[in-house]
């Protein structure tokens, strides 16, 4: 069992950053794959970047085309942890933000992820 829990939400005005954390219990994830999703009021969780293992030395990342250039992720596996760094926030990037594990990469980018986390609100003002 993977226990997943989201932190570094707030408000911020539009251009501003904020950095999204979330810690990992329960057991290494280092060959799984993670995620950051995110829901805003009255639409669909959809997926905002992830990361898996490429099977060498290093992880694969993708991103969504809304924040490509503007939200970095990162994983950092000696603490369990992988963080969103969003830079240049717009409104439209307010929702609740959503880290999530999986062992498959595909499965998780289509939302069917092992492990949830409760969230962390976004709120960018304009």
């Known amino acids: 069992q993977v226990q997943l829990e989201e932190s570094g939400g707030g408000l911020v005005q539009a251009g501003g950053s904020l950095r999204l954390s979330c810690a990992a219990s329960?057991?290494?994830?280092?060959?799984?794959?993670m995620g950051w999703f995110r829901q805003a009021p009255g639409k669909e969780r959809e997926f905002v970047a992830g990361?898996?293992?490429?099977?060498?030395?290093?992880?694969?990342?993708d991103y969504a085309d809304s924040v490509k250039g503007r939200f970095t992720i990162s994983r950092d596996n000696a603490k369990n942890a992988v963080y969103l760094q969003m830079n240049s926030l717009k409104a439209e990037d307010t929702a609740v933000y959503y880290c999530?594990?999986?062992?498959?990469?595909?499965?998780?980018?289509?939302?069917?992820?092992?492990?949830w986390g409760q969230g962390t609100q976004v709120t960018v003002s304009s």
């Open positions: 329960g057991r290494t994830f280092s060959s799984y794959a």
């Open positions: 999530a594990a999986g062992a498959g990469f595909d499965a998780l980018k289509r939302g069917t992820g092992d492990y």
């Open positions: 990361t898996r293992w490429s099977g060498g030395w290093s992880y694969i990342v």
